[in-house]
């Protein structure tokens, strides 16, 4: 292990590399409670061999003090991928707080539940937890509850998607606006005058106001002011369920034959089988995030570009603005922390598929 590895080794790293409890390694810091003198001497070299300077981490911890924060969402057995990164994130956070005094509880239920959602807030709530970082899909059931929260005292930062009406610390996520502007400029770069475009949105998705529309208000604004002239047809809003989504898709894609395929929500890999399947000629086909099932297909350029937005960054960016906050009384300075968009081709696919 070199020197520079040694010196970002954390409090928790340092006990599990010795042996011993982070008890005990916080007694002998301290010098109190009970311990050995050998393991005493143990530490101390780790301490001189490691570089490792006494600061808040040690603080916090040598004072018993706990910064309890509530990671309150939901999931959705379809879509793993965007649960595992968010999860991801929050792991990070808690391997770079937990030694501050971080102390992080999750509660995740299901997406089309959100009565369990606000049951978790209230519990937490009944708990005495103080600090919230919440997102939810049916934002029109949860908010209420939020409001409450936000108004009694309560300490909230909205993740993923802000909710109108309400005025929490911050929201931190993507400025899905944007993206849809960032859409249609791919679609110009890729695309040729009078070419016949077709949208893709999983009626799974279609009522996300919050996501769904912003992308879509954000492309059919771009497109008023586009240097090209395309041929928009009628979205395809298909169905809920899988297996009749999929079979929805190869009708729309063989029987329209449009230039150009704009996934804005949970049909990529399917377009992308089905391009394979009829062959994909000059046929353009974009669309939003990548995951491990169309990673192969963004390789061998079935599919041409995908905007992504940095889920890990922005769950851990949200822990560790409410933990700064709480801990350190740093004050969040916007209202919307927006996370940067990246635009991933077949060439530079391999620096984005493992985040």
């Known amino acids: 292990m070199g020197n520079n590895e040694k010196r970002r080794m954390t409090l928790n790293q340092l006990a599990k590399e010795l042996h011993v409890s982070r008890t005990t390694l ?12 050998e393991t005493k001497k143990r530490v101390y070299q780790a301490l001189e061999e490691y570089n490792f300077r006494m600061n808040n981490h040690a603080r916090n911890l040598a004072m018993n003090q706990e910064y309890k924060i509530a990671f309150v969402g939901f999931y959705s057995t379809r879509f793993g991928y965007f649960f595992d990164e968010i999860q991801a994130g929050v792991e990070r956070a808690i391997e770079t707080y937990e030694d501050d005094g971080l102390h992080l509880i999750t509660r995740y239920s299901d997406r089309e539940e959100p009565k369990r959602q606000v049951q978790d807030l209230i519990e937490l709530e009944e708990l005495g937890i103080e600090n919230f970082i919440i997102f939810c899909y049916h934002y029109e059931e949860v908010s209420s509850q939020i409001e409450h929260l936000i108004e009694t005292g309560r300490n909230v930062i909205l993740f993923s998607r802000r909710i109108p009406g309400l005025h929490p610390l911050c929201s931190v996520g993507c400025n899905d606006y944007q993206s849809g502007r960032l ?24 009522r996300d106001k919050l996501v769904v529309g912003e992308r879509l208000k954000g492309f ?47 049909n990529l890999q399917d377009a992308a089988e089905c391009l394979k399947e009829y062959g994909k000629g000059e046929t353009v ?17 079935t599919i041409d570009a995908v ?49």
């Open 183 to 206: 859409m249609q400029e791919l679609l110009e770069k890729f695309s040729k005058e009078g070419s016949r475009v077709q949208i893709l949105v999983s009626e799974h998705n279609h």
């Open 285 to 301: 086909l974009l669309g939003y995030d990548i995951y491990p099932e169309v990673v192969p297909f963004i390789k061998d350029s």
């Open 220 to 266: 059919y604004d771009a497109m008023e002011k586009s240097r090209k002239k395309f041929e928009l047809l009628e979205p395809a809003w298909t169905s809920p369920v899988p297996d009749v989504e999929r079979s929805e898709i190869r009708s729309v894609l063989k029987d329209r034959k449009p230039d150009v395929i704009l996934d804005f929500v949970c």
């Open 307 to 355: 905007i992504y937005q940095d889920l890990p960054l922005q769950s851990f960016r949200a822990v560790e603005l409410m933990f700064e906050y709480v801990c350190y009384g740093k004050k969040t300075e916007k209202e919307d922390y927006y996370m940067p968009l990246n635009v991933v081709f077949a060439a530079n696919c391999e620096y984005f598929e493992s985040l």
């Open 26 to 37: 916080y007694n002998i810091l301290h010098e109190k409670g009970a311990y050995s003198e």
